[in-house]
């Protein structure tokens, strides 16, 4: 039987599942020569579920994250969740809504993250959480949250290098910023690719990237809502850092095909 390889152990690990999958579909195991290489980079599940373990937008009971138990006890369902999720490629999760809640960011709460991480780490899955806009005001004390203002761009470095101290292989941010009454750039008469890039450059020493959402409409805007994400996302194209991943749903409106 020909070996399993990769070039790293993830790899390995993809490369069982898939030879399990040949197994359990009865397909022919004689001579075997398959390679494969994913497509895309990021591979990523976005959470919809807050911290008190209520999921917007979900019909099937609470969130799986019980965080008053965590860090000290680990559901043994984490360890199932991510072996399916790794068992077909995903390799990270946005652990928490888009509609953010600053508090994840507070030490007490990062090592409820650090306990995930570190479930998730074997099968090849980094965690990543939403970013609230708003936060150096919220838990920091600051007066504005300007992506301009040095000192903000300088707390959002310090709290990213904290992150990166508790989970070495933290994946990022996705932030949802002046959309729905969620905080944002545009707040501070600034774009969206200073918002992101502001958190760009913490990210970039440490690997990290941002997934910036391009779902943003707001009621006081009379243009039409399927124009504005373009109005206000055309005119800054090639103005993103390199980490920055622009997320666009497939169509303008909630849940369109």
Known sequence: MAPVAGNKDVGILYGVFAFLKRVQLGQSLDNLDVTDKPRL??????????????????YAGWSIWDWQKLPGYKDPRYTDYARANASI??????????????????PEWLAKVKAL??????????VYLTARFSAPIEIGGMKT????DPAVAAWWKAKIDEIYGVIPDFGGF??????????GPNDYH???ADGANMFADALAPHGGVVMWRAFVYAAENAQDRHM????EFQPLDGKFRDNVLVQVKNGAIDFQP
Do not use: C, M
């Open 41 to 58: 980079q990021l591979r990523v599940l976005n959470h919809w579920d807050n911290l008190d373990r209520h999921v917007e937008r979900g």
């Open 89 to 106: 490629g995903v390799n990270g999760v946005v652990l928490t809504n888009v509609n953010a809640n600053a508090e994840v960011l507070k």
């Open 117 to 126: 991480a570190e479930v998730f780490r074997p099968y090849g899955i980094k």
């Open 145 to 148: 949250a300007d992506p301009l």
């Open 174 to 183: 996705l932030v949802k910023a002046n959309s729905e009454g969620q905080p």
């Open 190 to 192: 600034r774009t969206h």
């Open 228 to 231: 504005q994400a373009f109005t």
